[in-house]
């Protein structure tokens, strides 16, 4: 049984009035789990078919899987090789809300460890720019993991503070998430160690954080862009609070409706300032949906007039649509020798690759987006697609590179079942037996696949592939 603290649940009563008591036997219901398809990598009804078993849709996301109790989908081959995303279902809810079309510039401003990033990362489709950032330097490192495990190739992964963020990028982006920091209310029946955490005098901790957070988020939006702001807290003073001084501080910012559901619930004027337009935000209470506690705010900020250079640093921004070729411009730090190896290897992959120049640094080559120059200084842990390392006279292909590809998009590949031993045993870092035919040559680099998904990189010798997957990746 899940012991709640005494004054939240004094709060909760004068909240919800007549629906406290099924509130708190929601408490005593089996938490869900949920996955979300990566739709870089398949569609939600493709999934199905690799799943193995049936799954339920979650229906308000509309490629997400509620997880069966006792499936432990995390030892599942194709959560290794990023097919999917293991998340609550509620928690799925605020990137699904945030139109993101390929070619927008994105910022996911607390972006840790990934669940929101991955999927605005897929609807970008590879085209336009991701900044997923995440203070906490160790919570960027599981961000990065979680990005490249995804195969996004077109990400800027910084940790760094809003403060520093918004001095980088003054009204730079079309779309912004801010899951913001919260006391993590929606999240007691998920984890009890949050309740041990929790005090009274949390909520109004976090709100002026919040505060900051948000005013930072504003100022790197642009005229006309949009805003997701959530928190995963029933307290009044992180939502529609926090929600109600964004407003009257910011006038140029505007509530807007979003897609609606018929358990979502209307965010209460009374609990902000009585502000009306406060009704649009959405609250998900655990006792009228199949998920947990969770707030989202869609923001809308006004447009400004239409000068004719606003016009050209539109047309700028978007990105060209071009295959390989044109994604693929010579940076003039790579000499030709470089050029040449580069080449050699790139020539085996048929997939388009994020438009981007390639840089190198340290020996190492990346596939990097475009940039403003006011980016210098911030600390980040990764700018684009790392491609590989140069070594002598050959490239060593990495693994967020293989993560990106499928079977498809490779001449050579190892393609094995999920229920192949070989699979285990290649995720585990062992080598394993190829038999002849079951690769186009007979040695050499080849894409180790899993049902047709990037799992990693092996060389093949002698009818032995010597594994390459990356020490801190394999199964123990």
């Known amino acids: 049984m899940v012991r709640l603290p005494e004054e939240f649940k004094k709060r909760m009563r004068e909240m919800l009035g007549d629906e406290y008591e099924a509130f708190l036997e929601s408490y005593e219901q089996q938490r869900t789990a949920g996955l979300r398809v990566n739709r870089l990598k398949t569609a939600p009804e493709e999934f199905e078919r690799f799943a193995g078993q049936k799954m339920e849709r979650i229906p308000w996301v509309d490629n997400g899987f509620f997880v069966p109790t006792g499936i432990r989908m995390a030892q599942s081959p194709l959560y290794a090789a990023g097919v999917f995303y293991l998340q609550e279902p509620s928690a799925m809810t605020p990137a699904s809300r945030l139109i993101v079309e390929p070619g927008d510039r994105v910022l996911d401003l607390c972006a840790a460890p990934g669940g929101k990033a991955t999927e605005l990362a897929a609807r970008l489709k590879g085209e ?175 447009e400004k007039e239409i000068r004719e250079s606003d016009e050209t640093e539109k047309r700028k921004k978007k990105p060209a649509r071009g295959g390989k070729k044109a994604a693929l411009q010579r940076e003039s730090g790579i000499g030709k020798q470089e050029q040449r190896i580069l080449d050699e290897f790139l020539s085996k992959i048929s997939k388009n690759l994020p438009k981007g120049r390639l840089v190198l640094g340290g020996g190492r080559v990346y596939l990097v987006p475009e940039l403003p120059e006011t980016v210098r200084g911030l600390h980040f842990l990764r700018n684009g697609l790392l491609l590989g390392e140069l070594k002598k006279d050959r490239l060593e292909p990495s693994q967020p590179l293989a993560s990106a590809l499928t079977a498809a998009d490779f001449e050579d590949c190892l393609n094995l079942r999920a229920d192949d031993v070989r699979t285990e045993q290649f995720l585990r870092g062992e080598t394993i037996p190829v038999r002849e035919g079951e690769t186009k040559s007979e040695k050499g680099w080849k894409l180790v696949c899993v049902e047709g998904f990037g799992l990693g990189w092996g060389k093949l010798v002698q009818g032995i592939l010597k594994n390459k997957y990356p020490v801190g990746w394999r199964k123990e």
């Open 128 to 302: 336009g720019l991701l900044v997923a950032n995440d203070i906490s330097n160790a919570r960027a490192k599981a961000l990065l993991h979680n990005l490249e495990l995804f195969g996004a190739g077109n990400v800027f992964v910084t940790n760094e503070t809003p403060a520093r963020l918004a001095g980088a990028f003054p009204e730079f982006f079309d779309k912004v998430l801010v899951d913001a920091p919260c006391s993590g209310e929606g999240m007691f029946r998920k984890d009890e160690a949050v309740i041990a955490t929790w005090t009274p005098e949390r909520p109004a901790y976090f709100a002026n954080l919040q505060k900051e957070i948000t005013a930072n988020a504003v100022r790197m939006l642009r005229p006309g862009g949009w805003m997701m702001y959530s928190t995963c807290t029933f307290a009044p003073e992180e939502d529609e609070g926090t929600i109600s001084w964004l407003l009257r501080e910011f006038p140029e910012m505007h509530l807007r409706e979003m897609e609606g559901y018929e358990g979502f619930s209307a965010g209460n004027p009374a609990w902000g300032d009585g502000n009306p337009e406060l009704s649009k935000c959405v609250r998900i209470w655990p006792h009228r949906m199949n998920g947990e506690g969770h707030f989202m705010a869609l923001l809308q900020k006004e």
